[in-house]
């Protein structure tokens, strides 16, 4: 029987190859903190080191050959990836990888590796885990992976990857980044599952359409989805995307 740890040499290489020294830490870094995570959730303890141990296999590779190999084959790209490519595309890249390079086939371990940075609505508990486990892991800064830490020990595995997606949505806004959809996509799908606090969602409503047109679009948008977060509302992606719309008209992309 093949076992996911069977994989580990071919990433080895890999990253020997491929990643730096301090990336490849990380990953090992992830790995571990994702095998105790699932272990602990009565998980698999070696699928979810293995992912974690994947994760950022794309994370450095040039821009250009990213973006190459998500056209190749045939990833679903939108405008906004074009603008931070490795931000946006080494995730998805980073399946393609796995699949032709380290010959993986495991799904959960796919898909822990294509949803690592935004997420996905209905991602299996395994690329939950991971998904925690990157932005917890014991060299991440304590003022954004504690909290994260104390609810996935309070309130459980799906209420940690909504606050890790409020801290990123937080910090996005906060350091003038973009947005990208699929993370308010993602953050809508738990919200909506989980939330006792509002099942509202923030739209384009008139006063915003008002608010917006009469004064500062960014800050103005920015209210309302630091808001949302506050009060535990999904959010219209359209929000996001005319958000993104007018930072990168009005402002130097970050
Ligand atoms: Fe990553
Ligand atoms: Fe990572």
């Not at 954004?144 to 890790?164: M, Q, T």
């Amino acid at each position: 029987m093949i076992t996911v740890s069977s994989y580990l040499p071919k990433i080895k290489t890999w990253y020997e190859q491929n990643i730096s020294a301090e990336m490849r830490e990380h990953c090992k870094r992830v790995g571990k903190t994702a095998k105790t995570y699932a272990e602990s959730l009565d998980l698999d303890p070696d699928v979810a080191k293995v992912a974690g141990f994947a994760h950022d296999c794309a994370k450095e590779l040039e821009p250009t050959r990213l973006v190459n190999l998500a056209r190749e084959n045939n990833l679903p790209l939108i405008p906004l990836d074009y603008f931070k490519i490795t931000a946006f595309l080494h995730a998805k890249v980073g399946e393609v990888i796995a699949r032709g390079q380290f010959g993986i086939e495991d799904a959960d371990v796919l898909a822990s590796i294509r949803c690592h940075t935004f997420g996905e609505p209905r991602m299996s508990k395994i690329a939950m885990v991971v998904f925690v486990a990157d932005d917890t892991e014991p060299a991440r800064k304590e003022k954004y992976a504690e909290p994260v830490r104390k609810v996935l020990a309070e309130e459980g595995l799906e209420k940690a990857v909504l606050k890790a997606l409020n801290i990123k949505l937080q910090q996005a806004i906060e350091n003038g980044c973009f947005i990208h959809p699929s993370m308010i996509e993602t953050r809508n799908y738990f919200v909506r599952t989980l939330s006792s606090v509002s099942m509202g969602t923030v739209t384009m409503d008139e006063e915003l359409l008002t608010k917006m047109t009469n004064g500062n679009f960014v800050e103005t948008l920015n209210n309302r989805l630091k808001s949302a977060v506050k009060e535990g509302q999904a959010t219209d992606p359209l929000l996001a995307e005319v958000r993104n719309y007018a930072l990168r008209i009005k402002f130097t992309v970050k």
